[in-house]
């Protein structure tokens, strides 16, 4: 009697996860399609600060102001092959308007060595926010694009990449 | 043979007065980190660069922070308005003080 309660227990709780393991897997599944693939993005969540680099790249430049989710979009193959050549695209639908525009955008790599890789400053003479380079990384990390407007609003948009060859050393 | 600091611009070939026009910079650099060690396991010092100001006619219209997290001969494109005829000249310095640059013309098409 004891027994077959705590087995059904045991399969109430195992199913519950079974249930959770299945639906991550699909959503993982999801963000592992390549970025020109993905038609929408799934919703991340910001995610957390991971070192005290980081969180000084974010106190010197924005000073605890908030930054919002949207409006920059941030591609990048969700599987880099070799860290030493990472391309990343950046484009942002904000206007680039004499009274308003973007005045800045940074791409931070969470946990490379300097991880604030590059920074953008614009003035309304560039046109649409439509940026293309090539970066290092270590290891696998999360990705930060955030634009600074002229009015002082940040945007941003965050990827997870994944890294096999360390291209920083 | 590389030479360290050769910067070429690509923009399109037909322009006119108003296009927001792609612009793809170039640049020889090894771009070095400081953590990777040399064939007799010495570590190859860091020698990147670091600033770089784009200018267009007589105004600074983009100014870059880069740091040895980009990659070996950096490339960069953005877009430009292409408003007036004038150079467009892209001008880098490293950690070591050395400044390269790269110039090209935007000129109208005439028809």
């Known amino acids: 009697m004891t027994d077959s309660i705590e087995r059904r227990r045991f399969l109430q709780a195992f199913g519950i996860l079974g249930l959770a393991a299945a639906i991550e897997g699909v959503s993982g599944a999801s963000k592992r399609l390549p970025a020109a693939v993905r038609l929408s993005r799934p919703g991340p969540d910001d995610p957390p600060i991971p070192n005290e680099a980081v969180q000084k790249i974010y106190d010197e430049r924005f000073q605890g102001r908030t930054i ?20 990343v695209v950046i484009e942002s639908e904000l206007p680039m308007a004499a009274d308003q ?32 380079t090539r970066i290092k990384m270590k290891r696998t990390s999360w990705i930060r694009a955030i634009a600074e407007t002229s ?19 | 043979m590389p ?15 108003g296009d927001i026009i792609r612009v793809q910079v170039l640049v020889q650099h090894p771009m070095d980190t400081g953590f990777f060690r040399d064939a007799n396991a010495n570590l190859i010092p860091p ?18 922070e880069w740091t040895s997290g980009i990659s070996k001969d950096p490339m960069v494109s953005f877009q430009l308005r292409a408003e007036q005829e004038a150079s467009l000249t892209f001008v880098s310095r490293d950690n070591r003080g050395n400044e390269y640059t790269g110039s090209t013309e935007i000129k109208f098409a005439t028809t």
């Open chain 2, 47 to 64: 020698w990147f660069i670091q600033d770089v100001r784009v200018r267009y006619g007589d105004a600074e219209v983009a100014r870059f």
């Open chain 1, 68 to 87: 919002q989710h949207g409006k920059v979009t941030l591609d990048m193959p969700t599987m880099a092959e070799d860290g030493r050549y990472v391309p």
């Open chain 1, 101 to 132: 525009y973007v005045k800045s955008v940074f791409l931070i790599v969470d946990h490379n060595p300097d991880p604030l890789v590059t920074a953008f400053h614009f003035t309304p003479a560039i046109g649409p926010v439509k940026l293309q």
């Open chain 2, 3 to 17: 030479e360290t600091g050769r910067t070429k611009i690509v923009v399109p070939d037909r322009i006119q007065r």
């Open chain 1, 151 to 169: 009015t002082g609003e940040l945007w941003a948009d965050y990827l997870k990449v994944e890294t096999t060859l360390n291209g920083c050393g």
